[in-house]
């Protein structure tokens, strides 16, 4: 458990900083550019994804806070999930953690990748592509789990007979 643990924190801390890092930039430094397909342009959301609840205002901060202890406490009194899923846990974590803290920060999330060839589409950052990534490992690792267990279980079946 201690090298999984390990490597989840170290994903999460490389995470964590090259996404704060990428939004002070932004943010404080006019790092915007733009180009034909994506550009590069500052945007603050107040909400989650696509600004959903941004009605929440001043108290969605909180209360993703509170999500991320529970789900904490979950993993605590769960440790075999963390143990099959710390990878993507250092992900979601880094990712979920740096928003929240653009919440502290700078009263919002702070989003910069603009893709507008074709169609219009949402800007969102390095945080949310990270906790992206990490849904689709679990996913991979759901689906490859119910893969073998529907291999074993066919194996058991032909043994049986």
């Known amino acids: 458990m201690k090298k999984e643990f390990k ?3 170290t994903i999460f801390v ?10 002070y930039g932004f943010a404080n430094l006019d790092w915007d550019v733009d180009g034909p397909v994506m550009s590069l342009k500052l945007a603050y959301n107040y909400g989650v994804a696509f600004s959903m609840f941004s009605f ?14 529970l789900g904490t406490l979950y993993l605590f009194k769960n440790k075999y999930l963390f143990k099959e899923y710390y990878i993507a846990i250092g992900f979601l974590y880094a990712g979920g953690l740096s928003n ?6 700078y009263g919002a999330v702070v989003d910069y990748f603009y893709w507008h060839y074709g169609f219009e589409f949402a800007i969102f950052n ?6 992206n990534f990490a849904v689709a ?17 066919e194996a058991e079946e032909k043994t049986s007979l």
Do not use: G, P, S
């Open 56 to 69: 929440f205002n001043e108290y969605l901060k909180y209360i993703q806070l509170f999500i991320v202890v």
């Open 137 to 153: 490992i679990i996913i991979f690792i759901q689906i490859r789990d119910n893969r073998r267990e529907k291999k074993a279980k």
């Open 14 to 23: 490389t995470i964590f900083i090259i996404d704060q890092v990428l939004k």
């Open 100 to 105: 929240i803290l653009d919440r502290f920060t």
């Open 7 to 9: 490597l989840a924190v």
């Open 126 to 131: 390095f945080a949310d592509v990270m906790i």
